[in-house]
């Protein structure tokens, strides 16, 4: 089996409630072992929710206790994130998944990059951090046609 980010799968389950398909995903002959997740949905946040924003570093720097995630209300939101990063990394350990697909620049699932208020800044969202530092190998959702052609288990 492999995680994906569930709005990847079509799943309406981004801030705006809308979804983000990917056709190579979609159409993989792969696509019966993906088990769909949303991070922020798992650590209770509402969809359609306030769209959310890593202060002062990356997903790592969250796990470790040196950034916090506030809303556009002003809210922190620190805790949903890492509930929901948890429960993924629960997930993950109990059907013994060693690979997720994570989409890209979101506090949560970005493997590369984050989205910033008028910026892209470099680094992991929460939960690809957590899955890395557990050992799995985390994809990022701008190499997946390059890696469903190359074979994603290699
Ligand atoms: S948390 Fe991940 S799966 Fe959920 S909407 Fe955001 S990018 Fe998609």
Do not use: W
Not at 38 to 53: D, H, I, K
Not at 100 to 120: D, L, R, W
Not at 124 to 130: I, R
């Amino acid at each position: 089996m492999i995680i994906v980010s569930a709005c990847l799968l079509g799943f309406n389950c981004r801030y705006d409630g809308e979804s983000r398909p990917d056709k190579d995903l979609l159409s993989s002959a792969l696509r019966k072992l993906f088990v769909p997740i949303c991070p922020e949905q798992l650590g209770g946040l509402p969809t359609p929710r306030a769209p959310s924003e890593i202060i002062g570093g990356d997903g790592l720097d969250v796990l470790e206790g040196k950034s916090r995630i506030i809303d556009i209300s002003g809210r922190d939101v620190t805790d949903c994130f890492l509930r929901g990063a948890n429960e993924v990394a629960r997930l993950v350990e109990l059907l013994g998944v060693s690979t997720a697909i994570m989409k890209e620049k979101s506090p949560s699932c970005g493997v590369c990059h984050i989205k910033k208020t008028g910026s892209i800044a470099r680094g992991p969202g929460v939960t690809s951090a957590l899955l890395t530092k557990k050992g799995i190998r985390v994809i990022s959702s701008d190499s997946i046609k390059d890696e469903l052609e190359t074979g994603i288990y290699r």
